[in-house]
């Protein structure tokens, strides 16, 4: 890992355990044993650092999120698999994102202070509603959902869950409690295939 990996590596790290405005410069060096100039030879700021950071978030997001989603033809298995993902491989990987999600941290963080920021963040969010929705909606199309499903609603209460599921795994690193956060989820969403 050359110095502007470890940059990139470590302030995600940083980012996910204490913010953007409560991560410096100064902790960003020391973390990576750079000095000042090795990091200005790489990023001109800290918020050209945070849009790099942002990019390789989302990269490890789609890595650990959508991992083996194509293996299956069916939406809702695909939408049971995205859940156990997010629960077994996002928010547990302590590598990365140890403080548990960094988008969930930045935007609750940015929203007043960088709305531009925080702009960039809630446009994911939005992204993930939709991919959820489309899943649904295909679902539903194909005869494995009940007809009388309001995909939007399921989407958003799906969504939600997780964000909730987010918050609290971010304050206590339980695995157990995050368990116990994610199986009504599935739960719920395997109680709306249509069984006929």
Known sequence: MDLREKIIHETLKLFSLKGYSNTSIEDILAQTHASKGGFYNHFKSKDQLFMTVLSEARKIWRSRVLDGLEQTSSPCMKLRKFLENFRDLYLKDSENIPGGCVFVTLLVELDDQRPDFAREISEGFSRVLSMMNRLLEQAKASGELRA?????????VLFLGLLGASV?????KSSEELGKSVAPLIQYLDALVDTR
């Not at 009388?148 to 958003?156: G, I, K, L």
């Open 148 to 156: 009388d499903v309001n995909t939007e609603a399921v989407s958003r």
């Open 168 to 172: 609290l795994y971010g304050m206590d």
